[in-house]
């Protein structure tokens, strides 16, 4: 897994990127700008909490949409496929964030407990924009290369 930089591209166009963190006594503090530390507008939030020990999240693709994942608190880790090869990486810092583009199956676990995994989306919820079914997402994948 390479270092932190400000942004890595390290797989498929998915690049891990340093969020700023403002350091204060009081307490830390960190913002994400959209078309700035992200290359997209941000259309949706959602975040995943309260992840039963030994649980997995993820478990698909998607056709158009970009995402960044930060695990705000705790960690997990993400596992990034292609199709073809596959990559880990581990999240446990709220000043790093992993963007997932698409066309890259990602499954998330190992959860700690009390884990936080925000998501900034670029585009709303859409049923139709999953790939559900790895072989078909595959089968897709191979057909764009
Ligand atoms: P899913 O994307 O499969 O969850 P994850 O990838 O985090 O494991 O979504 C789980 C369910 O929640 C599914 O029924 C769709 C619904 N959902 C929404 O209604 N809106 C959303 O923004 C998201 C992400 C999911």
Known sequence: MP????????FRGCQL??????????????FI??????????????????VPAGAER????????SQLLIAISGSFD?????????????LNRPFQGLIIRPMVWRELDNFSSGAVCLVLASHHYDESDY???YDIFQKAGAQLR
Not at 78 to 90: A, C, F, I, K, Q
């Open 33 to 50: 700008e959209a078309n700035s530390h992200i290359d997209f507008d941000i259309e949706r939030v959602y975040y995943l909490y309260d």
């Open 17 to 30: 990127v340093d969020i700023p963190k403002i350091t204060d006594p009081r307490g830390n503090l960190s």
């Open 58 to 65: 993820g478990g698909h693709a998607h056709k158009a949409l």
């Open 3 to 10: 270092g932190l930089e400000t942004r890595i591209t390290f």
């Open 131 to 133: 790939y559900r079914d």
């Open 78 to 90: 993400v596992r990034l496929d292609d199709g073809l090869s596959e990559v880990r990486v581990t």
